[in-house]
């Protein structure tokens, strides 16, 4: 139980670095903010509230008893309140006392007038208003045969700092909030710059020197980083210029061979030593092929639809059926695209009589889908396949011209891209390869 209840809250917590620093920081601010302004609102504001309004209802039955009293002038009574309590007053005598009470229960200071009122004056024996005037509150109480018409300021009954207060409280906080923001996203940035640079090298692109900034701990990441990649740089160079002069080295002796080989006088043994040699040549063209190294192509933007369109069209095979949605556009190196296509293509042409190629878009990545009807690859060998120089010795691998590097060079490419190659049955009862290649 615990660790579903573990799970759920972490798949509602944010899964970004930036998103969840901000939550550490800005949920203490606003709970901080929170707890005051309640207690605030609840030890201060209300009960002064409270209390000023219940003064005021004691000056206004201050102010009827002394009316029922007569021992003073009613013009003169009403003048000494207006001037002293700055309570304005006045008898109507008016039976339809009755109006419609504006209720406001979300307003504190109606709800503090109400509660008030109906305590020291009666259920229904007042009326007030509070939305009429800007700066005035209406209350009418009944009294014999008509009632008193009250105008009081807003200010008798509430607090004019609370403005004041939940404006401070207010932009304090999102100040805060804005200034963690920026330095949030000045300390994340390094972050998912290295990890941008990380995914780039990873693909094969070549980068600039990734210079590390950020926190101490984000710098040493970033120098690791840098020492690697330059590390591998250097060891992919290393081979680069050991194959260059392998392949230098070999071909001389191949030379020759064939050279002698001419002389031989039993044009039997010289045929097959000379097929023996060629095959030989071509697995050294083809190993050197795979093993070079793919960081001097530069990445480009290019449209994937129109270069799958090109490669199909070049066959010029009636039996290539295809269904390709146009402006897909990619980036990557376009030639590598290009020859793991055609590697894939070439395969299915020479195992099989019927091929459908898909492509098709979905969310952020392209799927290609290559669909034969040839023998197959059995479903155990499909890692296998994927093997430098492995061969079946069934089916598709049966076959002399092949040294078993097209799918590994292929699959070399694709996930060099970011992307991912796999083997399925195919409607067409041979082979599917389904490629995903990130947009």
């Not at 003073?72 to 003048?79: A, Q, R, T």
């Not at 709800?111 to 008030?116: F, G, H, K, P």
């Not at 980036?331 to 091929?355: D, F, H, P, T, V």
């Not at 996930?415 to 990130?438: A, T």
């Amino acid at each position: 139980m615990s660790y579903g209840l573990n799970k759920y809250i972490k798949n509602l917590l944010p899964r970004r670095l930036f998103y969840r620093a901000l939550l550490i920081v800005a949920v203490p601010i606003i709970v901080l903010q929170l707890v005051i302004t309640i207690v605030f609102f609840d030890s201060l504001w209300i009960k002064t509230n409270k209390g000023m309004t219940k003064a005021l209802v004691g000056e206004m039955k201050t102010f009827m008893v002394a009316y029922d009293n007569g021992q003073y002038n009613n013009n003169d009574l009403s003048g000494l309140f207006s001037i002293y309590l700055d309570l304005n007053v006045k008898f109507k005598k008016d039976e339809f006392f009755d109006k419609p009470l504006k209720e406001r229960w979300f307003s504190p200071i109606d709800r503090t007038l109400r509660r008030e009122l109906k305590s020291n004056i009666g259920v229904n024996s007042y009326w007030f208003d509070t939305t009429s005037y800007k700066s005035l509150i209406h209350i009418n109480i009944k009294h014999n045969d008509g009632y008193f018409e009250f105008f009081i300021p807003k200010d008798r009954v509430t607090s004019t700092s609370a403005r004041l207060f939940a404006l401070w409280i207010t932009l304090p906080a999102l100040l805060m909030i804005t200034i963690a923001i920026i330095f949030l996203k000045n300390q994340t940035r390094p972050i998912v710059n290295l990890a941008k640079a990380a995914e780039r090298f990873g693909r094969g692109e070549d980068i600039d020197e990734y210079r590390p900034s950020g926190a101490m701990e984000i710098r040493q990441a970033g120098l690791e980083f840098e020492k690697m990649r330059k590390r591998i740089l250097r060891h992919l160079n290393q081979r680069s210029e050991m194959l260059s002069g392998i392949s230098h080295d070999l071909r001389t002796p191949l030379t020759r061979l064939k050279l002698q080989l001419s002389f031989i006088k039993d044009k039997d043994l010289s045929d097959k030593m000379s097929s023996d040699i060629n095959e030989m040549e071509a697995m050294l063209n083809e190993y050197l092929q795979f093993t070079s190294s793919t960081y001097s192509e530069k990445d480009e933007t290019f449209d994937i639809s129109e270069l799958t369109e090109d490669i199909i069209n070049k066959y010029n095979n009636k039996n290539i059926s295809k269904k390709i949605i146009p402006r897909v556009y990619m980036n990557g190196r376009k030639n590598l695209i290009e020859r793991s296509l055609s590697n894939l293509i070439n395969n299915s042409i020479k195992y099989a009589k019927k091929i459908d190629l898909q492509l098709s878009k979905k969310n952020n990545s392209v799927i290609i889908i290559i669909d034969d009807d040839g023998i197959g690859v059995p479903k155990d060998e499909y890692q296998n396949v994927f093997k430098p120089f492995y061969k079946i010795d069934k089916g598709r691998g049966d076959s002399k011209a092949s040294v078993g590097l097209g799918l590994s060079i292929t699959s070399d490419i694709i996930k060099s891209h970011g992307g991912n190659i796999l083997l399925e049955k195919s409607p067409l009862n041979g082979l599917r390869v389904k490629i995903f290649l990130p947009l």
